[in-house]
């Protein structure tokens, strides 16, 4: 856990955002102003508009115009994505560890979490998104902290029939998922977000708590082949059976389909 401290903070923008965007009251005006204060932020948010999806006429070139075509769930969910990658990318890590395939998972996982909920109309639906897109940095601490054990870690899973998380408690006397909640506890997120992710890997895929939408978008992005790292192992299975299975029924393959839209927009920001 002392491995926590050498993460990069949230950013100040990042913060003052995502609690502007709470406020229901918030103008565009206001959101467009604290992003324009990021250019990162600020370039990334126009390249998406602009981008063939949206398929507008003429080029959006005013961020506040941007935000207003966005909306407040899009924005907050693209805004919060990109800052956290970026800053888990200004890091070292141990050798194997591919930062820009662990974000892309992330980010898949928690862009099918919050479509999932929306479904279900899981309790606390509001913090899926958030919660899936950190329910495993606690894999970045094994990989910071502990980068000499990583090789044994990896040997012991690839040579085991078991889950990465057995692996990790055969090791550690710990795994991912729980030093993600302490993570989370650490940045003082909701408790409900905290539950969430510490039960993701002790739970099945029906129900529609938001641990259990959690658990089911992990694997079903996993099956669809966006894996945290090249040596990781899918769930054996078909995603639209998993999404199924979640709860969503006979909705599976259009909450399906919504998510390839979806992904396909944001994919190419963490390549």
């Not at 409900?192 to 938001?210: K, S």
């Not at 992005?221 to 040596?231: I, K, N, P, S, T």
Request: charged share 20%.
């Amino acid at each position: 856990m002392q491995a926590m401290s050498k993460l990069p903070p949230f950013s100040p923008i990042l913060t003052r955002l995502m609690g502007s965007l709470s406020n229901d009251d918030v103008s565009f005006a206001q959101l467009g102003d604290l992003i324009e204060k990021d250019t990162v932020l600020a370039g990334n948010v126009l390249r998406l508009v602009n981008s063939a999806a949206y398929a507008r006429r003429g080029t959006i070139s005013s961020v506040r115009h941007a935000v207003s075509i966005l909306g407040l769930g899009k924005l907050r969910n693209v805004t919060m994505s990109m800052s956290v990658a970026r800053m888990w990318n200004q890091e070292r890590w141990a050798a194997g560890w591919s930062p820009s395939r662990f974000n892309l998972h992330a980010v898949a996982a928690a862009v099918l979490a919050d479509m999932i909920a929306a479904e279900l109309d899981t309790p606390a639906a509001e913090g899926a998104f958030a919660a899936s897109l950190l329910q495993n940095c606690g894999m970045l601490l094994i990989a910071m902290g502990l980068s000499e054990d990583m090789p044994r870690l990896r040997a012991r899973y690839e040579e085991s029939s078991g889950s990465l998380v057995e692996a990790e408690r055969g090791m550690f006397d710990t795994d991912h998922a729980a030093l993600s909640a302490e993570m989370c506890e650490v940045w003082r997120l909701p408790a409900p977000v905290l539950e969430a992710v510490r039960g993701h890997h002790q739970c099945g895929l029906g129900g529609g708590t938001l641990t259990e939408v959690l658990h089911s978008a992990d694997v079903a992005v996993e099956q669809r082949g966006v894996l945290a790292q090249e040596w990781h192992r899918a769930t054996p299975g078909d995603s639209i059976d998993t999404l199924a299975a979640a709860g969503l029924g006979a909705r599976a393959e259009a909450v399906s389909r919504a998510f390839d839209a979806e992904f396909d927009l944001l994919r190419e920001f963490f390549a």
